[in-house]
Every structure is written in C-alpha cells, then in structure tokens.
C-alpha cells in the first residue's frame, strides 16, 4: 500500500453527504445474511488465518521464497473450502532472487549498545560479522588514504535540505573511490524512530550490488556521530545475511471463485495484495487484506451461499513493486472486464472498515447492498459517501481495475490504531491486530460480496470518474496523477497533470523545481515543498525533458488553473548542471 492511501480517504469523508442507518432500525435479512452474521460473530476465523500467514509463514517479499509458499498456502485453502476454478497463476518474474535473512549489530566500543537498523530489500549483506570503525564521510578525496579506509562503516550525512552543484560532485567523488576501497558499508540515519524497508528489484546477476546499505535508527546514529566529533574511536560490529538467487523469480495471483448461479460469467472480486515488505512480518500492509479475503471465502462457502453472480477471490503479488500482480492479471483478461460488477480491496491497515464511496449511479444499489451492515455493530458504523467519482491515486490493486473502467473500491478504515506505524516499518508485527476490527470487517466484506453478487444488474458506471481522473485532494494537495516505482512512472491517469504535460509512463522524474529525486519520497517533498508552480525534469529514452506544472493553490478552483505547458526537450545549459543520482 502507498503510504499516502488512508491520508486520502480521510480527506474526502470530511465533506459530502452520507447514509447511515438510524440505531435499532429493523433490517429484514435473508437466511445467508443471518448465517454469514452469525459465523462472522460466533465463529470467525480470521485472526488465525492472519496468525498462519504473518507468524508461521512471515514476510512475503514478491518473488521471495516465502513468497510463494503464502501463494501455495492460500492455494490450498482456497481448494479445501471448496471453491471451484483455483489456480495459482504466474504472474510475471524478476530477474534475480533476494532472501533476507537474520541481521544483527553492536557498537563494540568505547561501550557495547545493540543497533536496531534495517537494510533495503534486493541489497548486499555483509558476507559474515563485519568488524571495523566507524567514520564520518571524508568531505573530499584529497589526501585520502585509501588503505586506511578498508575496512571502515561509513557514516553518511542526513542530506536534508538542496545541496549545491559542488556539493554533490565532491561527495559524488568521494563515495565513487570509497567504493573500491573496500569499505565494510554506509551507514545512513532514519529520519525517526521508524526503520522503512524499501528496494529495487531492477537488479542483475551480472551486476548486484556488493556494499551493505544500513539504515540506522536516528538516535543511535546521532550517537556514534557525537562520539566521532569529540575524537572518540567507535567501532561497529554488524551481521547482515542478504542473499540473492539466480532468478527468474516467479511470482503469482490467486484466484478462487463461488460460482454464480444465475450469471456465472459475471464476476464481483474481493481481493488484497498478499506479498509485503520484509523488514518485518507485513502483518497490516498486507497481510490483514489477506486474511479477511481468505477468511471471507470460507464463511460464505460455510454459509451455503449461491450468489447469482461469480464472487471471486483474487490475492495479488507485487503490489509494493507498482501493483504488478493485478496489472497483470487485468492485461491478460481483457474479455472480463466489462463483466465485472465490482472490485473491493482490503489494504488499509489495523482499523475496522468504515465505510464507501458512492457515485449517484452506484446509490440506490449500495444502499440495498449494505443495508445489513448498516446495523452489523453501532459502535463501528458503516457511511456511504456520496461522491462525484472513485476516488483515484490512493495506489492499491483497484486502481489497476479502474484505469480500465471497471468499478474499483478500496475500504474507508477507522478505529483506535495508528495505522501509519506499522506501513514499511519494523512494527509491522502481530501486536498491531485489533481482533474485534478484523473480524467486523471480514463480515462486511462476506455480505457486500453476497449483496453485489445478488443485484439484478452490474453496478452502474456512469459518472464513475469524476473530471480531473477522479482523484481527491485535501486542502488542495498537490497531485501529478500517477503511479510510481520510486521516482519512475508506472502509470499515467486520465486527465491528470501528467497527462496533460504530456507525460508517459516509464519517465523517470529526476528533478522537481530545484530539488533533486531519487526515489518516491524526495519527490513527494518535492512536489509538495515550495511554490505551486514547477518545472518537472524527467528522463525517457535517454533524453532530459521538462515541463511546467502549475497546482492549484488552497481553496483555489481546480478549473481556473492553467494546462500544464507541454514537455520540451531540456536546454543544453540545464544538462551542464550536473546529473541526478
């Protein structure tokens, strides 16, 4: 999940209209809609399934080899509960393999502290206990001697802020001919006490990266730089057992399917991405989305439902490398979706779903649909929105959906937990789980998908994207309207800033104003830091190109600003600045 996702469903719940259901209004149920109520209140599975994935099977890295064994686990139980046409299905493959293993750290002098830090996935580990001391970064390579520096763990600076063209080049400079000295590896700070897993799997067997990247928690870095400044010697003792395979590595959707009686080549599709980041369980992002999904299905099978339509189940991988499960799935399956009624995607977190968006279209449909869970639990109440389009740029498996047409949801979440701290993060553990707020949910998602599944028609897509790409802003955020691998566009909305300043997908922005991008958060910064008004400098085809974008300031109309000027080749005297890392 895209960390900016639940930042922007709480924007749009603060305004437009709602429904919900008065307190003790009579809901007449259908025989399975008490059945489901019943399993999802007195016999509810799901934190066991969640257990199963996140603590006996753990992290799922796409394409790692627990990877596959999550994608074989939910296979089967797909099977053993019955439902029809399961498979587990290629969905594409990276070209070299990346296990993470144990790590571990001490400051061995002038005192022993253990060092909580974490690396990037697809990155090199140590190669066994790497001993030696720490150093601040020389600030340039005159009278370096390199021999003195084999060995050494390499403290690099915060890098807040714009540096200078001279800058960058001299540090450029020195970390290039660091590089074969045979240095122990860098050492980079947090920017808190939140360690985030990230990683680049454009990697290959002939070129994998060779020096350990650490990423230590901010106080302990801030430490061992204070100690360096009063002369102290510190050395550093550090454990890191990354290993990488020769690829390919595969990875897999799953997909299980309750077959429609009535309108079986119509399909309602409940999912959630089941590969994760590995710098701890992925227990929130995203192995509650898996859970309830898993968990949905039985109890629907164990209630004897027969929807009139297909629900099908569908767990992606690749979601954190850019939604390429679900993207792939929906490049080969053109032919279906216009048969899809809808998508719903769990991947927001610890909290209890809360509610839904509703194009006018879609109204008098949810409100038949969801009238059972309106009463479900009156201290977790379920809102419909009211909205002139989905929702977009939230960055979860339904935008792959919706950027075909197809109705694509992603779950309003509330409740008690902070849902931010356990995204990409060490905490992304067990101990995040509220039990009461997944099961709540797991039987909302069981009656939306029975009630889609039993309207007499598809869900209206008119009006389902609002002008603009439909995407949501609050107090006039900044949106370019695209879909990221770091700082490389994955996808261009319609009608979006970057579509209209003629940009593609697979342009790599290297530059927003005056400051430099590297990966997604420099650009997020970027783009939100400073005058609404940018030149965006990004590279395709080996060429720089530029545009001008213009966001609307605070309360100001979106349509009374200007189209973005359309992208030029860059001016010879920009390139002669420098290039970006």
């Known amino acids: 999940m895209r960390f900016s996702a639940m930042v922007i469903c709480f924007c749009w719940l603060l305004s437009a209209p709602v429904v919900t259901a008065a307190d003790g209004e009579g809901v007449a149920l259908t025989e399975t809609q008490k059945k489901l109520i019943d399993i999802g209140m007195g016999d509810n599975r799901v934190v066991s399934v969640l257990d199963q994935l996140v603590n006996?099977?753990?992290?799922?890295?796409?394409?790692s080899h627990q990877d596959h064994l999550a994608c074989e686990w939910a296979r089967d139980l797909f099977i053993e509960f019955g439902l029809e046409n399961v498979v587990m299905e290629e969905a594409g493959e990276f070209p070299v393999a990346f296990q993470r293993g144990s790590w571990r750290g001490h400051m061995v002098t002038p005192e022993r502290v253990d060092l909580e830090f974490g690396t990037p996935a697809w990155s090199a580990g140590t190669k066994g206990v790497q001993e030696g001391p720490a150093m601040m970064l020389p600030d340039n390579i005159e009278n370096l001697d390199m021999d003195a520096m084999k060995g050494v763990w390499v403290m690099m600076p915060a890098q807040r802020g714009r540096r200078n063209r001279e800058?960058?080049?001299?540090?450029?400079?020195?970390?290039?001919?660091?590089?074969?000295?045979?240095?122990?590896?860098?050492?980079?700070?947090?920017?808190?006490?939140?360690?985030?897993?990230?990683?680049?799997?454009?990697?290959?067997?002939?070129?994998?990266?060779?020096?350990p990247r650490i990423h230590l928690r901010k106080d302990q870095y801030d430490m061992i730089v204070e100690k360096l400044g009063a002369d102290e010697e510190v050395t550093l003792r550090i454990d890191v057992r990354n290993h990488f395979q020769p690829g390919p590595a595969k990875y897999y959707n799953v997909i299980g399917d309750i077959v429609g009686t009535?309108?079986?080549?119509?399909?309602?599709?409940?999912?959630?991405?089941?590969?994760?980041?590995?710098?701890?369980?992925?227990?929130?992002?995203?192995?509650?989305?898996?859970?309830?999904?898993?968990?949905?299905?039985?109890?629907?099978?164990?209630?004897?439902?027969?929807?009139?339509?297909?629900?099908?189940?569908?767990?992606?991988?690749?979601?954190?490398?850019?939604?390429?499960?679900?993207?792939?799935?929906?490049?080969?399956?053109?032919?279906?979706?216009?048969?899809?009624?809808?998508?719903?995607v769990y991947d927001g977190g610890p909290n209890a779903i809360a509610g839904l968006?509703?194009?006018?279209?879609?109204?008098?449909?949810?409100?038949?649909?969801?009238?059972?869970?309106?009463?479900?639990?009156?201290?977790?109440?379920?809102?419909?929105?009211?909205?002139?389009?989905?929702?977009?740029?939230?960055?979860?498996?339904?935008?792959?959906?919706?950027?075909?047409?197809?109705?694509?949801?992603?779950?309003t979440q509330d409740g008690r937990a902070d849902w931010r701290r356990g995204i990409h993060t060490q905490f992304d553990t067990f101990d995040l789980v509220i039990p009461e707020y997944l099961e709540h949910s797991t039987t909302v998602i069981a009656l939306t998908a029975l009630g889609v599944g039993n309207l007499d028609g598809l869900l209206s897509r008119e009006g389902m994207v609002e002008p603009g790409g439909g995407r949501r802003r609050g107090g006039g955020g900044r949106r370019l309207g695209v879909m990221l691998d770091e700082n490389t566009i994955s996808e261009v909305m319609a009608d979006s800033a970057a579509e209209k300043a003629g940009m593609k997908a697979g342009d790599k922005i290297v530059k927003v104003g005056d400051q430099e991008v590297s990966d997604r958060q420099s650009l997020i910064r970027a783009i939100m830091g400073g005058d609404p008004k940018k030149k965006v400098v990004f590279e395709r085809e080996g060429k720089r190109m530029e545009a001008i974008i213009d966001w609307p300031q605070p309360n100001r109309r979106p349509q009374n600003r200007p189209a973005p000027e359309e992208p030029k080749e860059e001016k010879k005297e920009e390139k002669k600045r420098g290039d970006v890392r």
């Open 262 to 344: 009535e309108f079986p080549d119509e399909y309602v599709i409940i999912g959630g991405h089941i590969d994760s980041w590995d710098g701890a369980t992925g227990t929130t992002d995203n192995g509650t989305g898996t859970a309830t999904t898993i968990e949905a299905a039985r109890m629907l099978m164990a209630s004897g439902a027969k929807p009139r339509r297909t629900i099908r189940f569908m767990l992606w991988s690749g979601e954190e490398q850019g939604l390429l499960g679900s993207k792939a799935w929906v490049s080969a399956n053109p032919d279906v979706l216009d048969k899809i009624s809808a998508v719903f």
């Open 357 to 411: 968006p509703a194009t006018k279209a879609m109204k008098a449909d949810f409100e038949k649909v969801f009238e059972p869970v309106m009463n479900l639990n009156p201290d977790l109440p379920f809102t419909l929105k009211d909205v002139d389009g989905i929702p977009r740029g939230i960055g979860s498996d339904h935008e792959s959906f919706l950027a075909k047409g197809v109705p694509g949801f992603f779950w």
């Open 56 to 63: 006996g099977i753990g992290p799922r890295l796409t394409g």
């Open 167 to 211: 800058a960058r080049q001299a540090q450029r400079a020195v970390t290039e001919k660091l590089e074969t000295a045979g240095i122990n590896g860098w050492i980079y700070p947090t920017r808190g006490e939140a360690i985030t897993t990230y990683g680049n799997y454009r990697i290959s067997w002939d070129e994998l990266p060779t020096i």
